[in-house]
């Protein structure tokens, strides 16, 4: 069974440029999660997909956004990127509802210049 | 308010010696309690779940984990570290129904030859 698959593994942008992130998850999931993790600063929850519609947001910008697509591939965007968008960024997918355990994609790391 | 808290950010432990990570948590629901791992550069992995049942979970890799409700903690155990142990240990907790999944800021475990 394939596992949670992310790309591009690494995206390098300059500020002000906008960056696509894409998860495919595990077959069978309906859920997926999106996670910030900057140096020092740990897993920072960032958007909840489950069944096509947005279910939980984090405490971050507008300027991050994203959507489930009806095969439950999901899109991250970002907008109007800043240097302290540096970052890895993680996808992961779950049976869907928070009772679930999530499998962890390896990650896209985000570098801005 | 709902939370986790890892109160240790970093742990040192000499290879053999034993290994016990704090984990403790605020949840207005029944939790789900997960503890997961992260390798340098990698994405997290399920290192063991505690739904119901028995309080003490046996989970991958020679980890265990006990649930104690009456102090709200899921600590996680290892009677032996290894040197390929060293990583960042999270804690995370969910809650059937509900669209909120809370992971704890992790602990970073160095190991010493």
């Known amino acids: 069974e394939a596992g949670v698959t992310q790309s591009p593994t690494h995206l390098i942008k300059t500020r002000g440029q906008q960056a696509t992130l894409r998860c495919s998850p595990i077959?069978?999931?309906?859920?997926v999660y999106w996670y910030q993790q900057a140096l020092g600063l740990g897993l920072q929850f960032l958007l909840w997909?489950?069944?096509?519609?947005?279910?939980n947001r984090g405490n971050f910008p507008p300027r991050f956004s994203g959507r489930q697509f009806p095969n439950y591939s999901s899109e991250l965007n970002v907008n109007a990127l800043e240097l302290e968008d540096s970052a890895l960024y993680l996808c992961?997918?779950?049976?869907?509802?928070?009772?679930?355990?999530?499998?962890f994609g390896d990650g896209t790391r985000l570098s801005i210049l | 308010a709902q939370s986790v808290t890892q109160p240790d950010i970093h742990i040192t432990v000499s290879e053999g010696a034993s290994l016990e990570l704090r984990c403790n948590y605020s949840?207005?629901?029944?939790?789900?309690l997960f503890w997961y791992v992260q390798s340098p550069g990698q994405g997290l992995q399920l290192l063991l779940k505690?739904?119901?049942?028995?309080?003490l979970v046996q989970g991958i890799k020679g980890f265990e984990a006990e649930f104690k409700r009456s102090q709200s903690s899921f600590n996680l155990r290892k009677p032996s570290v290894h040197w390929s142990d060293a990583a960042e240990y999270f804690c995370?907790?969910?809650?059937?129904?509900?669209?909120?999944?809370?992971f704890g800021t992790g602990t970073r475990l160095k190991v010493l030859a």
């Open positions: 995370a907790v969910g809650g059937s129904g509900t669209y909120k999944y809370i």
């Open positions: 997909y489950d069944e096509g519609e947005e279910r």
């Open positions: 992961a997918s779950s049976l869907g509802n928070s009772n679930q355990p999530q499998h």
């Open positions: 077959s069978g999931h309906t859920s």
């Open positions: 505690y739904f119901s049942g028995d309080t």
């Open positions: 949840y207005g629901a029944t939790p789900y």
